[in-house]
Structures are given as structure tokens and as C-alpha cells.
């Protein structure tokens, strides 16, 4: 998902023809209630469009899942992680079926099902887009203790 900083505060993000569209479930100062190409209004869903020059940052944001030492890519992140209570976990790596019990996808994609409680921590990758690319990548760990209420926030 890409994010956008507007004034100080991080929003969803779409890119349509070189202007920015911030998306929030409050109604901010500016933002105003979106209506939709049917004419229906969306409660709950506010819009805002500005140029690449209003906003301070701009970034796509991706997640990591360490899991014995290693950093995997999380099929997904949301609530649904909770209720089943394991993380899909996936590789292009062959080496993950023999060192961490990764089973064949499809060719070169590699699937491990883990328990919430097995992983280490969660990372939250932030790689800057549009203007800001040059800027390097920023990296959270979230240890193992805060991962619930890490994931839990995430559906917010």
C-alpha cells in the first residue's frame, strides 16, 4: 500500500495524473466526503487531492516476518492473522523447504503456514516513491510481544 505525510499525519494513498488523493476515515481539515461516479457518498471515507509538493514524505509501505533468523514475506497482514492464529510465509527460495520446512507452491514459490507465537518480529519496511525515492528505506521492528496489537492496529 503507498502512504503519503500530510501534515504530519500519514494517509492512504492513490496517484492519479501527477496529483496526490489522501484518503482518511475522519474528516480532517480540507478532506471532504467521497462521493462516488454513481453519485453515492461513501460515510466514513474522506478525500483530499494535492500536489506531489504539499505532502512531506511519500512511501510504499511492506512488510517482513523474522522466523528463525530469517526475514520472509508475509503472504498478507490483517485480522484475519489473529483469528487463525498462524502466518502464511513465503520464499522463492528451495532452500527454505529443507532448512525451514517450506513446502512448493508453484515453481520457485514456497509457502510455510506458521503460529502467531513462532515468529520473532514483524518489520515495517518504508521504501520513499515519486520525489522522495532517493531517500533510503526505513525500517521498524516490531519485536514478538507487540505483534498482536501491531497487527491488530493495522485493520484501523
Partial sequence: MKYATYNQKDYHLNIRNDMLR?????????????????GNKHPNLYIKVVAIEEVNFAYELDFLVTYKGKEFSPYSLGGHILDENEISLFSMDSNDVDCYGFEKQEQFVFKKDVPLDDI???????KPILIFEDLPESRKVIPRGEVRDYIMKLDN
Fill in 22 to 38: 489522501l484518503r482518511s476515515n475522519t474528516p480532517d481539515p480540507g478532506f471532504q466526503e467521497l462521493i462516488d461516479l454513481g
Fill in 120 to 126: 520473532e518480529s514483524i518489520i515495517e519496511v518504508k
